[in-house]
């Protein structure tokens, strides 16, 4: 009887290490990166004042990115931030511009981008709308 119960109790111990070690391999399988957002996803500021978004929303929320800026448009016409003022954190997406910016009053559509870090060909984008009042 002894016998048994330390064969039971072995094998009860397997089956718990086994589960665990399953669990922790499907925690680091890679996530796809489906969908990106900002909420909310725009801003007011007044001329030369600083703004900071909201980080960039990832679905699945444990999925893993890297984002650049794509594009930016200012009152519907193409922009070059030549002097680089709009910014974005390539960790989180947040979009920020200094105080004492040169960003004339307009409505700014910047578009950015976010590249799947387990899959570098999936790449999703979304808006953010900034919008300089004088």
Do not use: R
Not at 2 to 8: A, Q, T
Not at 20 to 25: F, L, M, S
Not at 117 to 126: L, V
């Amino acid at each position: 009887m002894k016998d048994l119960l330390k064969v039971l109790s072995f094998v009860l111990i397997c089956s718990v290490v086994t589960v665990a070690c399953e669990k922790d391999d499907d925690d680091n399988k890679p996530v796809k990166l489906t969908s990106i957002a900002y909420s909310p996803n725009k801003t007011e500021v007044k001329v030369a004042a600083a703004f900071t978004s909201v980080k960039l929303k990832l679905t699945p929320s444990n999925s893993k990115a890297s984002y650049t800026i794509k594009s930016i448009t200012k009152d519907t016409k193409s922009f070059t931030d030549s002097k680089k003022q709009i910014k974005i954190v390539t960790s989180d997406g947040k979009l920020s511009a200094a105080k004492s910016n040169t960003l004339v009053a307009g409505v700014y559509k910047i578009t950015v981008e976010a590249v799947d870090k387990g899959d570098k060909k999936n790449k999703k984008t979304t808006t953010y709308t900034l919008t300089i009042k004088k």
